[in-house]
């Protein structure tokens, strides 16, 4: 043993025997640091008159048992409501602006005269793809994003974890899971990040597992635009406000499947009683605007918007070969789809949408895209820069109010992106946990689905 | 020897630390990171305490013709360790010596903050304390006396408004005081009743020989008091970093002498 280590312990040693003489060390030394604190404090600070304290009256409301729920619900509801009737609109712009530059794209290629197949992977497959990645998710991202930035610098999370702190205990999870929930909505992957704010390993083992319940950005587009496509074949009609109903409820939904997973790794594969921890509420600031604005469209809304781009060039590229490349008379795209017709079928979707969750894999902004490039290359060309054209299309390709219901549950439930599971692999550092995170939202998808659709079937609903 | 992560970081800092390394502590919300980024601008970057799941943020500023590394510590309720989080800050201050340590704190809330300024002052006397969202305590009809204040603890104390970029002058110019023209602190120490008291002064001539001046004597005294066996292996790890060699073998024979 070393020399240092020797006297070290010998002191330590005496430390121990002065330590059993005082008892406990620690108390004792915090509250002396109170004590201390407290009298410091008294001597400095007057407050003039009684205090008018306006947060906690606030808080009294916003966090109070009966008032809480409804109004967490009602401005997740506000917030998409804002969100689709805002996005409609530059939504359409962007689209005909896109796409009209398209088919200045094809005449230009024509008076160059390339070679047809350049013509397709290029404006066919890589622009089109690009451009429905942008005009999709561009506006409802622009919104959706310093709305709730909005929300995070007003000191609302906080609120929403300490009312929902009672029904993660019960799951045997941790209550700042939901803040990692609130993380999750901007980006799984940094949902799957911000876990490190759990200290026990098994709570936050259980959050990243369960993170990928909450839609993140990458899907809301998704999500936004089959709640509109389910609205218009079952009641024909376009409304912003049961859209936004339908997303808050789909996120409600959400949220119940993570407390229902949570409770049952906690009660099988995680054993454990969840710990306690301080919530501090701090007190509202009213954000600044500019910086907000400035914050949530750099760092966040073209953050993402980049990283689909990046994702959907190549992959409009692959998507359009294998839509053309044909082997007797059916495209590579065509086979594949086929293969998996059966299963989809089953779960109340169909083999192209299975092979663009499979394929978008990715990331998730670009499934749309992969579906409606593998319908399209199927039939006629159409124009397709509105929802109500988006509908005709799916409905074209057989599409029942069931698959556009069970795409939004698919969507929902399935799978984490790439980037997610590497970030979950690099946090964990375990394989099988990776694995597990994948394995448990695509079990829970699959299940989901199968049963809705099953049940509407025999009951003859489609 | 054992390379542990804190090491492996304070060489990083080593590697363009400038003329002076200051810590920046506080409480989870406090503004804190606000006050790094007015400070810092875009001279900053993030990154990965290595070996543990905690973000450290480092950047730097110019002043007075000299360059201030400024090192953004996670947010803590205080250095007793009861997180990753505090570990990492309080291993930090302790033993990565910086040249001094602002405390940011939410004047709103000063009390609960105190507690932490307090246990960073037990550690090190070049402690500067930043009294943050002064705008808010005003809005909530409160008064500090910042004088007063400076006073009863014996380090200077600035207000500041760090998103309007109020009083950051004078936080820069009260570093510069501190480190670069030696201006003398004499923090305010935190008193235990008798029984603690009796019991550091037992051992902390024993510790004094050990540490011999590379760490503060009485607050290595408390810790081992305490039992904490994070800070006890970290500081087993700073004197074997310190002095290799026949210096440290003497004295902690010597210790061994004392004790027995």
Known sequence: MDSLEVGLNQILSKAQKVRWQVGSVREVIVKSIYEQAQEITEKVVTTKEAEEDLDRKIDNIVTSKILGYPLMIALLGLVFWLTISGANLPSQILADLLFGFQHRLTTFFHWISAPEWLHGVLVLGLYRCLAWVVSVMLPPMA????????LEDLGYLPRVAFNLDKLFKRAGAHGKQ?????????CNAAGVIACRIIESPRERLIAILTNNFVPCNGRFPTLIAMAAVFLGILVSKESNLLASALVAGVV???????LLVSWILSKTVLKGVPSTFTLELPPYRWPKIGTLLIRSVLDRTLFVLM?????????????????????????IIGYLAGWLQGFGRLIGLDGYIILAFILGLPANEIVIPILIMSYLSQGTMLELDSIEALRQLLIANGWTWLTALNMILFSLLHFPCATTL??????????????????IPTTVAVVVCFLLAQTA?????? | MQVTGLQEFLERIEENKGDAVIALAGNPNTGKSTVF?????????????PGKTVVFAKGSYRYKKKNITLVDLPGAYSLLANSADEQVARDFICFGKPDATVVVVDATCLERNLNLALQVMEITPQTILCVNLIDEAKRKKMAIDFSKLADLLGVPVIPTVARDKVGLLDLKESIHRVVFEKQLLQPRRIVYNKVIESAIEKIQ???????????????????????DPTIIREIFNHLQRMDPGDQQSKRALKVVEDCG
Do not use: K, Y
């Open chain 1, 143 to 150: 919104i959706f994003f310093p709305l709730f930035t909005f």
């Open chain 1, 178 to 186: 939901i803040l990692t929930m609130c993380m999750g909505f901007g």
């Open chain 1, 252 to 258: 409600v939904l959400g949220v119940f499947i993570t």
């Open chain 1, 307 to 331: 990283r689909a781009v990046i994702v959907a060039a190549p992959a409009g590229v692959v998507i359009w070969t294998l839509a053309n490349i044909e082997v007797a008379n059916l495209s």
């Open chain 1, 422 to 439: 590497l970030t979950i692999r690099r946090e964990t550092q375990s394989i099988r946990w990776t694995w597990l995170a994948a394995l």
């Open chain 1, 457 to 462: 079937r025999v009951l003859g609903l489609v």
């Open chain 2, 37 to 49: 980024n007015s400070l810092t601008g875009l001279n900053q970057h993030t990154g990965n305490w």
């Open chain 2, 205 to 227: 001539e024993e510790v004094e020989v050990l540490v011999h001046g590379s760490l503060n004597s009485r607050w290595v005294a408390l810790r081992l008091l305490d039992g």
